[in-house]
């Protein structure tokens, strides 16, 4: 597909990469021409320097030609004036950025009014993702199917859990709850596991329950389940408000204190805010930390806009006591350094918005198929957990699981039907309308139909009488 990208900054850059290694055809318009040519050199896509807000800037990009325009410059105004003009000049779908809080009681209207396809807010989606974890203090990450019917949990196995070593073929027996195992990280391998594999200790595993039973299996796992009471928060940014949005809509009993340099964002988030704590201060302060409670507080999340910062203050909360630990980073170019360090639950912001786009192409690209309808990222990229709706396609419906003819590295792991999750085995089977998460190694995959093998022809025999 033609995909422009307007603005080349962290959430911009990112969104092309993962675009154009999904084998779309990107170009970047940018005002900026070092960040361009940076961007250019790096992806080796198209750039156009230019204002992405102006007809002829767009024109000059091809957005006639396009499929889907990306407006995801810093601001939330020219994103919205860029889709505009992209409907004008073409007849592409349009996402834009827009982050102000401000606009976030308006997102529908905007939506309506300019047609956009989506929007996308960063912030907002990464302070949805650490409510939940605070939620469930056990979950390295979570992320959920079906508007929450159904959660993939990712959790590490603890030395002196009384479930290493038994056959997963026999979990269900052992622990009396519906819960499947569908990911395992084993240092750096990334498996898909069979019924005839186990825990080990220290195992990153990705697991798929109904939230009813989340808890449960976390306590049979070994893993203590404490309720988070209370939260210390470093940096008061958006990510911050939209955290304390969230508590205070779905009446969450948690105390957060907020600590921010800021004097002004201060008052503006204790007049928005009054039951939260808010504490004008500097975050790295270790006496101001200490005075604050850090060595006695549920859970510490680092939010600045600094990822080293945050980093540095994950790690001394760790060192101090066993909180729960919550680290943004922007960069995500180390991850693999990031993943050896004590810093609990890492959010990545562009990248969660990064599966949102990706999911929506796909699904654009495939409109007539069992388009994927949510996209997760898992195992720091290396796998991915999807959700497809079944149509009615022969080669899938109303056959067991047990003679179909899946790829390798491919596992479903849980099925929708009528509102109901469905932990699947063997024996069961597809029907029209289900939706069905699926979870694989093979990257790419737009359409339910890519988890089966080919169907290997058969070449005709020619017969011929003597």
């Not at 596991?193 to 989340?214: L, R, T, V």
Request: hydrophobic share 40%; glycine share 6%; with cysteine.
């Amino acid at each position: 597909m033609n995909i422009i990208v307007v603005g080349c900054g962290k959430v911009g850059l990112n969104l092309a990469d993962q675009l154009n290694k999904e084998g779309h055809n990107i170009t970047i318009i940018d005002n900026d021409e070092k960040e361009l040519r940076h961007a250019v050199d790096f992806l080796d896509v198209m750039g156009i320097h230019g204002n992405g807000a102006m007809p002829q800037t767009l024109r000059e990009a091809g957005i006639s030609d396009a499929d889907v325009l990306i407006a995801a410059t810093n601001q939330d105004e020219v994103n919205m004036l860029c889709c505009l003009f992209a409907k004008k000049e073409g007849h592409c779908s349009t996402i834009a950025r827009i982050r102000d809080p401000q606009y976030t009681t308006e997102i529908k209207y905007l939506r309506d009014e300019l047609n956009l396809a989506m929007v996308i807010n960063p912030e907002m989606a990464a302070a949805r993702e650490i409510e939940r974890l605070l939620r469930f203090p056990s979950a390295i990450k979570i992320d959920s199917f079906s508007r929450g019917r159904l959660d993939l949990i990712r959790a590490k196995v603890p030395e002196n859990s009384k479930l290493v070593d038994i056959p997963f073929y026999s979990l269900k027996n052992e622990i009396g709850l519906d819960v499947l195992v569908c990911c395992i990280e084993r240092g750096e391998d990334v498996l898909i596991p069979k019924g005839s594999d186990c825990f080990m200790a220290g195992d990153e595993i990705s697991f798929i329950a109904s939230p009813k039973d989340i808890t449960d299996f976390f306590l049979k796992l070994g893993l203590e389940y404490t309720p988070v009471r209370d939260c210390m928060i470093v940096g008061g940014g958006r990510v911050s408000y939209y955290i304390a949005k969230y508590c205070k809509e779905t009446h969450l009993k948690l105390k957060l204190k907020i600590i921010e340099t800021n004097r002004e964002r201060c008052e503006f988030l204790a007049e928005e805010f009054p039951e939260c704590s808010i504490i004008n201060g500097n975050g790295i302060d270790q006496e101001l930390l200490k005075r604050e409670g850090i060595e006695t507080t549920d859970a510490f999340c680092s939010l600045t806009g600094f990822d080293e910062e945050n980093i540095m203050l994950s790690l001394y909360a760790g060192k101090l006591s066993d909180t729960r630990l919550v680290t943004k980073v922007n960069r995500i170019s180390f991850e693999n350094v990031i993943r050896e360090m004590n810093l609990g639950s890492v959010i990545y912001p562009k990248q969660i918005i990064a599966d949102s786009i990706v999911r929506y192409v796909r699904a654009l690209e495939n409109s007539k198929g069992s388009n994927v309808e949510t996209l997760y990222k898992i195992a720091d990229g290396r796998a991915e957990a999807m959700e497809f709706r079944v149509l009615n396609d022969p080669d899938l419906i109303n056959r067991s699981f047990s003679d179909m003819n899946f790829k390798d590295g491919v596992l479903i792991c849980g099925i929708i039907r009528n509102h109901k999750v469905i932990t699947p085995n063997g024996s069961d089977m597809m029907k029209v309308g289900d939706r069905v998460i699926v979870v694989t190694k093979n990257t790419g995959y737009n359409d339910l139909r890519d988890i089966l093998e080919e169907k290997v022809e058969e070449e005709s025999v020619i017969h011929y009488e003597l």
